[in-house]
Every structure is written in C-alpha cells, then in structure tokens.
C-alpha cells in the first residue's frame, strides 16, 4: 500500500474514532449544563504543527520504504494483481489502526495542553453563603405606634420574613438600648433565631426609666461576632428609630471598624418624625392612654456609617418602606453574593489526558502483539 493512501486511510480512522470521543464529551457538558474554557487555547497550535510534522514525515520518507528496515528482506511477487485477489483478513483491514490509535492520542494532548477548564456559574456557589447580624434597637421609642401595631412589632415581623427568605447564610442577632446584647452568634438555625426574635419585648435589657440608645456598642457586638468570620460577605443590618445617647463606642469609630473588617453596614431609620403617638397607660375604663412624645432621630449618622462601610442607608417611615427597605438588602445581598463568588475554575486535564495515555497504551499493545508488522 502507498504511503499516501495508507494516511488516507490512518486519516479516516482517526477522525472517526475522535467523532466518538467529541460526542461523548459533548454530551457529558451539555447534559450537565457546564461551560468550558480553554486556559491557555494558543497551546493547540502547536498540535497541529505536531500533526503536519507527523504526516509529512510518513508521505515524504516513506513508512516502509524509507523508515527504518528498508534495507531488511522483503517479499516480491511477478504480479501485483495476483496479490490483490488474495483474501484479506481483519488484521489486514486493521492494519492502521495502531497509527490511527497514536494520531487521536496527539489531538487529545494537545486539548490536554491547551487546559480546559470548567467554569462555575456564581448561582452554582450559592452553598457559599453571607454572614450576616441583624442589630435590633430595643430602646423605649420602639414603643412608638407610628408605624402599626408599633415600630418594635413591625420591625420584628419584617426581620421574620427576612430570615424566611435566606437559605444558606449564617444569621446572628444583636439588640441594645441603653446597653448591647449578643443575642445569638451565626447560626443557620434559623427557627431558634426566630424564636429569639420573636421573645424580644421593650425591657427586656434595662429597666423601664433607664432610657438610651447605645448604637455604637450594637454596632460594635455585631462586628465583634463577624471579626473571625471567613465567609466571603460580611454584612450587618443595623434598625434603629433614635439617635446615638448612650455605650461606650463612638458609632463613626465602630463604621470605621467595619470597614476595616470589610463588613457592610445597611442602616435602617424606622419613623416618620421625631415625634411620634405613643401609649403612655389607661385611662379609668381601661382604655389606652396615647400621647404624643418627642424621640430624636440622627439619619445623618446612620447615612455615615453605612458611607464608610460601603453599605446604604434606609429610610422606613411606614411599614410599607420598612419591608421595601429589606427587600432592597435582600437583593444588594445577592448581587454581592455574585460579585464576591466570582467564578471558579476546575481543571478537565485528566479527563482528556487519561484517555490519551490509554490510547498511546492501546497502540504500542496492538503494535507489539496482533497488529506487529514485519519487514
């Protein structure tokens, strides 16, 4: 056989026995839904300068005529015809399989070199998760009853349906008044977090007549939960109706300290105005006594905070604005979930190169056995 015709040939058998391995990949990433990238495509360049060699080599020299044994005995015959009635056994119909096997192994190191990679998707990383501390003013103005049935009521509901709607970050709790309290760290117990929730009731930290609102420390017991934390996002959800009266930590110093542990801060001021109806007893009958009361609000310092943290600030003068504000959280969370995650590469060498070497395997098997070819 000519030594072009015997390409031909090597040529069609490897491109059939590649179809097989393209299907097969192709299948595995479709069905699977993955996407592919090659690291480093310039590599199969040198794949198909491996390939020219390897055929021009085989055409110019010549496998049998030119390659190594030229010189060895060979069998003549007085007519080629003859030869080619003779009855051709598989061997013979096979016979450049070994070479075929050796060009398929080349292409799929060459795909091997070239480093292909499967890329995640952020949403497949969802098991990644946020830390996150919610931070509850427990202050007496929460009594205010502008937002109904109360700011604290309303609050607590809303947080509730907050929780509801994670899945996979840790949730811890914070409230202070006058003073802070580290409630519950980061948990994914999401039902004993909202049982906690749930129990917090004005008076729970101090008594009645012992007023203040400590959002520093609250702020500062939230970060000190999350100083330790390696989730990819830290945020703190800090809801409050007043102004800072109270604690030991200046609340622009604890912003500064979130921002050094890279935690956002989202602010949320609950109230419409400094004055709000409140119930102050009951009448003689029994009825709700409600009054008007003057509780100071501060959005400029909650606009600050959540400035130099790299968080937002909120305005919730009604429940409606209340629930907006943390569906607005809620969707800044997702974005910084995708824009943290990123993407992560794995690496398909193995599954390319593998097979590769079984081929190379396969080849020198048949070549040295079945398949061995005399001079």
């Not at 008044?177 to 004005?202: H, K, N, W």
């Not at 609250?218 to 959800?237: I, T």
Request: net charge positive.
């Amino acid at each position: 056989m000519s030594p072009t015709r015997s390409v031909v040939r090597t040529s069609v058998a490897s491109a059939g026995i590649l179809a097989v391995f393209a299907a097969v990949y192709a299948y595995i990433v479709l069905s699977k839904g993955w996407r592919v990238e090659l690291a480093k495509p310039w590599m199969l360049l040198s794949l198909l300068g491996a390939l020219v060699a390897f055929i021009a080599g085989w055409v110019v020299l010549g496998r049998r005529d030119a390659g190594p044994g030229a010189s060895a005995p060979k069998l003549f015959v007085s007519r080629g015809s003859d030869l080619a009635k003779l009855p051709k056994s598989w061997k013979t119909r096979v016979a450049e399989l070994p070479a075929a096997l050796r060009v398929c192994a080349l292409c799929l190191l060459g795909v091997a070199l070239a480093r292909p990679q499967r890329v995640d998707a952020p949403e497949t990383l969802e098991l990644s998760g946020i830390d996150i501390v919610l931070v509850m003013d427990m202050s007496g103005s929460m009594r205010a009853q502008d937002l109904q049935p109360t700011r604290l009521q309303a609050a607590k509901e809303v947080i509730d349906n907050f929780i509801v709607r994670r899945r996979t970050d840790r949730i811890g709790f914070v409230v202070f008044g006058r003073e802070a309290f580290p409630a519950l760290a980061p948990t994914l117990d999401y039902q004993a977090l909202r049982q906690t929730v749930s129990a917090m009731e004005i008076g729970v930290l101090s008594e009645e007549g012992h007023a203040g609102t400590a959002i520093g420390d609250g702020l500062g017991a939230a970060l000190n939960y999350l100083r330790r934390s390696d989730a990819r996002s830290k945020v703190v959800v800090l809801l409050t109706d007043g102004s800072n009266n109270s604690g030991h930590l200046d609340p622009d110093h604890a912003a500064r300290f979130a921002e050094a542990l890279r935690v956002k801060v989202f602010t949320v001021l609950v109230g419409q105005s400094d004055e709000a109806p409140i119930t102050t007893g009951q009448d003689f009958f029994g009825r709700p006594v409600v009054q008007t009361a003057r509780f100071p609000m501060d959005p400029a310092l909650l606009q600050r905070i959540a400035t130099t943290s790299n968080g937002q600030f909120f305005r919730a003068a009604d429940r409606g604005t209340l629930e907006q504000a943390f569906h607005s959280i809620l969707d800044n969370l997702e974005r910084s979930r995708i824009a943290d995650a990123g993407v992560r590469h794995t690496e398909l060498f193995p599954f390319v190169a593998a097979p590769a070497l079984l081929l190379l395997a396969l080849e020198l098997l048949l070549s040295s056995t079945l398949l061995r070819r005399f001079p």
